[in-house]
C-alpha cells in the first residue's frame, strides 16, 4: 500500500502559505457577502432607514388625523366653530354685514414692478 501521506508531504513554509491562503479567501467571500449580498449590512442599513422613514411618516399621520377628528367632533357640537369655519373657509357673511377687504401698501408696490 501507498502511504499518502508521503505524497503531500509539505513543508512548514507550503503548509502555512496554504493556511493563510485559504484563510484569506474564506475572509474575503465572508466580507463581501456580509456588505454586499441580499441580507449584507448595507441592504440592512438601507432597510433601517427605510423603516425610520416610515415610522415618521406613521406618526405625523396619525397626528393628523387626530387633529381632523377633532375638527370633524368641533364642525358637529359647536356652533361657534361651525360659524368661524364658514366665515372663514367658505367666505360667508350674515345678512346686513359689510366686509372690508383691504391690500397692504407692499401688495401694491409689488404689483407695480
Not at 442599513?45 to 425610520?52: D, L, P, T
Not at 387626530?66 to 375638527?71: A, D, S
Not at 357640537?77 to 361651525?82: G, M, N
Request: hydrophobic content about 35%; charged content about 35%.
Amino acid at each position: 500500500m501507498r502511504n499518502f501521506r508521503g505524497n503531500l508531504n509539505l513543508s512548514k513554509k507550503h503548509k502555512k502559505w496554504m493556511f493563510f491562503a485559504i484563510t484569506g479567501i474564506v475572509s474575503v467571500y465572508l466580507l463581501i457577502s456580509f456588505l454586499f449580498y441580499d441580507i449584507g449590512f448595507i441592504k440592512y442599513m438601507k432597510m433601517r432607514g427605510e423603516y425610520n422613514r416610515i415610522s415618521e411618516d406613521i406618526k405625523r399621520l396619525q397626528e393628523g388625523n387626530k387633529n381632523l377628528r377633532e375638527e370633524v367632533k368641533l364642525l358637529k357640537t359647536d356652533p361657534d366653530y361651525i360659524e368661524a369655519y364658514a366665515r372663514e373657509k367658505l367666505g360667508l357673511v350674515k345678512e346686513g354685514e359689510i366686509i372690508y377687504r383691504f391690500e397692504d401698501e407692499g401688495e401694491d408696490v409689488r404689483r407695480e414692478k
